[in-house]
């Protein structure tokens, strides 16, 4: 949402407001490092142990996960937990799934 001290969104309407204020102000560029946003955000769907809030972490990116061995780790760590990780690929990269971060059981187009 642009606002560091309180990352929070409230619903869909929360999530599309902010992904388009985002389009306007956020450049992107490398590296592509995951984990830290993935564990960040694990740590306060962890903080909510009944399970009151759910929380969706959509990252946009336009490079190759550099960080792969530790963003897996994260999100296996994380599968527990009341989030769901949507990774969305724009621009030239390679998005095909070879680096090993295509889609996983349960994902639309998933095994």
Same mark, same amino acid.
């Given at each position: 949402?642009?606002?560091?001290?309180? #990352?929070?969104?409230?619903?869909?309407?929360?999530?599309?407001?902010?992904?388009?204020?985002?389009?306007?102000?956020?450049?992107?560029?490398? #590296?592509?490092?995951?984990?830290?946003?993935?564990?960040?955000?694990?740590?306060?769907?962890?903080?909510?142990?009944?399970?009151?809030?759910?929380?969706?972490?959509?990252?946009?990116?336009?490079?190759?996960?550099?960080?792969?061995?530790?963003?897996?780790?994260?999100?296996?760590?994380?599968?527990?937990?009341?989030?769901?990780?949507?990774?969305?690929?724009?621009?030239?990269?390679?998005?095909?799934?070879?680096?090993?971060?295509?889609?996983?059981?349960?994902?639309?187009?998933?095994?």
């Amino acid at each position: 949402n642009g606002d560091a001290a309180n #990352p929070s969104c409230s619903g869909i309407e929360g999530i599309l407001e902010a992904y388009h204020k985002s389009l306007k102000s956020v450049q992107l560029y490398g #590296p592509t490092n995951f984990a830290p946003v993935v564990n960040h955000v694990a740590r306060a769907a962890a903080a909510v142990p009944d399970g009151s809030q759910y929380f969706v972490l959509l990252i946009i990116t336009d490079g190759v996960i550099s960080d792969m061995a530790q963003t897996k780790e994260a999100i296996v760590n994380a599968a527990k937990l009341p989030m769901s990780i949507i990774i969305v690929g724009v621009g030239q990269a390679e998005f095909d799934g070879k680096s090993g971060a295509g889609p996983g059981p349960g994902a639309a187009g998933g095994g």
